[in-house]
């Protein structure tokens, strides 16, 4: 489309010339990617716009939240935890391992929680796993591995090599 480098793509689809910065959408990950996105979701319906990595059952609206949304959000699960969650327990019936100190009555709410949270986790990882490999298109994995180091196309994060390292520093 001629706008290599100088074009930005806003939220909405629209392209504004004659610009130096460039504004990503919420599944663009670069300047091509954007573009590139412009260029094949012309004409589409918005859940054509879904990033290769969601799973089916996941709604689009929820993984396209911008940056700023999912800032607000984390910050109001982070109150409701602080406010919440810390201040309130589910009693045993008796004391789980008997000793003088009182512990083991009773397990806080933001423990059941972090429980709850990993079990999630452990279960999106498999479902992600199975999805990567059921479309056999190189679809990326959503989460990466918990009980080990990701390899370098897991790792939902992209680090230099040791060489570059040792190359910029010479």
Excluded at 68 to 80: A, K, P
Excluded at 119 to 134: I, T
Aim: aromatic content about 8%; glycine content about 8%.
């Amino acid at each position: 489309n001629g706008c290599r480098g100088h074009c930005t793509l806003i939220h909405k689809g629209t392209l504004h010339h004659n610009r130096q910065s460039t504004l990503l959408g919420a599944t663009a990950s670069s300047i091509n990617d954007a573009d590139d996105n412009e260029d094949t979701n012309a004409g589409k319906s918005p859940a054509s716009k879904r990033p290769p990595w969601a799973l089916p059952w996941m709604p689009t609206w929820l993984i396209t939240l911008r940056p700023r949304t999912q800032f607000v959000v984390g910050l109001c699960l982070y109150v409701f935890h602080l406010r919440i969650l810390t201040q309130h327990h589910v009693a045993f019936p008796f004391q789980l391992i008997p000793n003088e100190e009182g512990w083991f009555q009773s397990i806080g709410l933001d423990s059941l929680a972090g429980m709850l949270s990993f079990g999630g986790l452990l279960w999106l990882r498999k479902a992600s796993v199975a999805h990567a490999k059921s479309s056999g298109d190189g679809t990326a994995v959503a989460v990466p591995p918990i009980w080990s180091d990701p390899t370098e196309s897991e790792a939902p994060w992209r680090l230099r090599s040791k060489e570059k390292k040792k190359k910029k520093k010479k």
